[in-house]
């Protein structure tokens, strides 16, 4: 099984809609992000959480929210999504007990708003 | 602040040519480097990494090495193969500052032909 699973895998909602992506990890890691990808801009970081009390903005988190359910689990939420939300979104751990910060990701779910 | 400039793709080769992905970064603190590689259809993995300067990261007949002078991480491979086919990110996290974020490049495509 992975080790970081996100549902659903492609979705498509209309503009104006409310629409949650989760993500579920066994890594038993504390920390959890989650990116977008756009083509030749490369991954943006929109939320992190260090811990399940711990909640903090990246650089484009505007139109997005997110919550820490528990250790484990990450949702993002769009609350009322727009066409230039369409994208690939990424989760990912990584391990505070390592210098290096090592990311690994989920396998995606692409987003698509009409 | 911190930045990944990677060289743009695409790259196309034929298989067994010798691969080179320039990588270069600006960082404040003592970052670590990292490239990563996102098959079709798949979340980014760790391909490789160093975390102090001169170290060199390898895995799969890839290397990198870390250097300091040039604030460079580039990316080389001696022969490739059809199945190296991907998009590949430099990446960096600052563990100057707590090493809490991975700051990636935009990305290089690299096609390699049989």
């Known amino acids: 099984d992975a080790d970081v699973t996100q549902t659903p895998r492609n979705r498509i909602t209309k503009t104006g809609k409310r629409i949650m992506l989760e993500c579920s990890q066994t890594k038993g890691h504390d920390r959890m992000y989650w990116y977008r990808q756009d083509p030749g801009l490369g991954l943006r970081l929109i939320y992190y959480?260090?811990?399940?009390?711990?909640?903090n903005k990246g650089e484009i988190s505007d139109g997005y929210s997110v919550s820490r359910q528990a250790q484990a689990k990450f949702s993002l939420s769009l609350e009322s999504a727009i066409p230039n939300q369409t994208a690939l979104y990424f989760c990912?751990?990584?391990?505070?007990?390592?210098?290096?910060?090592?990311?690994?990701f989920g396998p995606g779910t692409r987003l698509t708003v009409l | 602040g911190d930045s990944v400039t990677q060289m743009e793709g695409p790259v196309t080769l034929s298989e067994e040519a010798f691969l080179t992905i320039n990588c270069t970064y600006t960082a404040t603190g003592y970052p670590s480097l990292f490239w990563y590689v996102q098959y079709p259809g798949e979340g980014l993995q760790l391909l490789l990494k160093?975390?102090?300067?001169?170290d060199k990261g390898s895995n799969k007949g890839f290397e990198a090495t870390y250097r300091k002078e040039t604030t460079s991480f580039h990316l080389e491979k001696g022969s490739v193969q059809v199945s190296d086919s991907a998009v590949y990110f430099c990446?960096?996290?600052?563990?100057?500052?707590?090493?809490?974020?991975?700051?990636f490049g935009a990305g290089t495509r690299l096609f390699v032909k049989a």
């Open positions: 959480s260090f811990d399940v009390k711990d909640i």
């Open positions: 990446a960096l996290s600052d563990t100057g500052t707590g090493g809490f974020k991975t700051i």
């Open positions: 160093a975390t102090k300067a001169d």
């Open positions: 990912a751990t990584s391990d505070p007990g390592t210098k290096s910060d090592t990311q690994y």
